[in-house]
């Protein structure tokens, strides 16, 4: 893992915003278009949605670092060091479908393919073995960033993400004789224990998800 990579690339990013401001105009400009559901904690809602952001780009290479420690502590590293590479490469050379954006606003498609990743499989590790691969839950955070980036070219993001993942596990993949093992290792306190440091991370940064208001409001 490049992890001192993309926190090089993050930084560099950093610095193109503080001199261009790309984000914080973007961001600006969707304030007041944001879905009903999105719920900010603060008045100050540009703000808000830049810690958010930043925070969120921030966390890819501290989740792929992590996830990288915790497999090898909990003996699962094979399987999980591919999706770890792929997320990482989201980075260091995206897809031609994000080419060309620069700063923050471009890297908050970046991580979101590389959360989504994440996300996906372990989806489909659920699916299969009732435990996720990775125990770190960022759907609402997801939600958030999909919403920021705005359709139809976050749905595009989603579609890259699925092909990437069905390159890597096909159901044949869960066949093996040592889902059980994994599964059990999925399960081990000490593997659990090592991803409570990892709050949820919108609800930290004071952006929600009211589904349920929004529904009754409609």
């Given amino acids: ?41 603060t008045s100050n809602g540009s703000d808000v949605l830049k810690r958010f952001v930043v925070a969120y780009i921030e966390q890819v290479p501290e989740v792929l670092e992590a996830a990288n420690q915790v497999a090898r502590e909990a003996g699962i590293e094979a399987q999980i060091k591919p999706v770890l590479k792929v997320a990482e490469q989201f980075f260091l050379q995206p897809p031609s479908l994000v080419a060309g954006h620069e700063g923050l606003d471009g890297l908050l498609d970046e991580a979101y393919l590389a959360h989504r990743l994440v996300e996906e499989v372990n989806d489909r590790y659920i699916a299969h073995l009732g435990q996720p691969l990775i125990p770190l839950d960022t759907t609402v955070a997801n939600l958030i960033a999909h919403q920021l980036i705005g359709e139809p070219f976050a749905n595009q993001l989603d579609e890259a993400v699925h092909h990437a993942v069905e390159g890597m596990l096909s159901d044949a993949s869960f066949d093996q004789s040592s889902v059980v093992a994994y599964r059990e290792r999925l399960s081990d306190p000490q593997t659990e224990s090592a991803w409570k440091r990892w709050p949820c991370l919108s609800r930290r940064l004071g952006v929600e998800l009211q589904l349920a208001e929004s529904r009754a409001a409609s």
């Fill in 1 to 41: 893992m490049n992890i001192s990579a993309l926190r090089d690339l993050i930084q560099r990013a950093q610095e193109h915003e503080a001199h261009g401001g790309e984000l914080a105009r973007l961001l600006d400009g969707q304030l007041n278009h944001l879905h009903p559901s999105i719920h900010l904690s």
